[in-house]
């Protein structure tokens, strides 16, 4: 293992890290030191998409995880992220068409099946609750 892929793993943890805390632009700037050498890597490309996302440049955010899933459609990390920041942009139907193909690639993959679940009754309690209110 070379220290550029020991590198590329920090700075994704450290990216991952940026985000949770809610500091976009430096996790950003992580993500670009990645893809300046390995502009194919799809993981760091989906985590840049969910950092514009999250601070609500929707549309460049949903451009680059496209990208990211073109690269690699399978990837389950890119997958995950793309629907989590569908939720995050408020569209949960997006989110669920990403998690119905993740299904239709991992039919047993707990995670996918319940982060739809709960999207689902989370839908519902908001149908049911503007019905009543």
Known sequence: ???????????????????ADGNYEEAIS??????????D???ALSMKGLAYCLKGDYEKG????????SIDPFSKKVLI?????YLHAS??????EILDM?????????GF??????????LNNRKLNSFFN
């Open 102 to 110: 993740a299904i239709s690639y991992y039919p047993d993959d707990d």
């Open 91 to 96: 569209m949960p139907e997006k989110s669920l």
């Open 62 to 69: 949903i451009d680059l995880l496209e990208e990211a899933l």
């Open 30 to 39: 992580c993500l670009d030191m990645i893809l300046e050498e390995k502009p």
């Open 81 to 85: 992220t793309f629907a989590d920041a």
């Open 113 to 122: 099946l319940m982060l739809k679940a709960t999207i689902i009754g989370a």
């Open 1 to 19: 293992m070379g220290s550029s892929s020991i590198d590329e793993s920090l700075l994704m943890r450290k990216s991952d890290i940026l985000i």
């Open 41 to 43: 890597a799809e993981e």
